[in-house]
């Protein structure tokens, strides 16, 4: 019994440290470590935001509010094609600062072209070849 309670106090030291060296992390550490595996795979480039596509095509002169109408519509395709919401990532917003909760998705998942030919803002994106087959 003597024993049990010992390494009970010890269990609950260690997590009690843990707990203060989490309240004292960079905002910017605790968000990575709250995304895990998926920040290191859009680091990576195995998986990307929607933001990402959007500067791989040259539209990073959108508005911030056309963006994330661009995202909503992938998303929602997403779902239609897969059933259930693609993987989600902590991510910094780039002009505001703030920590967001973005989409993440595979480089030449289906759903980021739908996006582009569903959305009227980014319609101009898309090669007349794909839209036919979207």
């Known amino acids: 019994m003597i024993a049990s309670n010992r390494t009970r106090r010890a269990t ?3 997590i009690a440290r843990i707990h203060t060296a989490a309240r004292h992390m960079a905002k910017a550490l605790r968000y990575r470590c709250l995304s895990g595996d998926i920040a290191v795979a859009v680091d990576a480039g195995t ?3 929607t933001g990402d596509m959007l500067d791989r095509l040259g539209a990073d002169d959108l508005k911030d509010g056309y963006k994330s109408w661009y995202g909503r519509h992938v998303k929602k395709a997403y779902i239609a094609a897969n059933g259930q919401p ?3 990532v902590w991510a910094q ?3 505001t600062g703030r920590w967001i909760h973005v989409a993440a998705y595979r480089p030449l998942d289906r759903a980021l072209f739908i996006g582009l030919a569903t959305y ?3 319609r101009h ?3 007349a070849g794909f839209t036919e087959c979207a």
Request: aromatic share 0%; glycine share 0%.
């Open 12 to 14: 609950l030291r260690a």
């Open 47 to 49: 998986l990307i935001k």
């Open 86 to 88: 693609p993987v989600m």
């Open 93 to 95: 917003h780039r002009t």
């Open 120 to 122: 009227k803002q980014t």
């Open 125 to 127: 994106l898309v090669q």
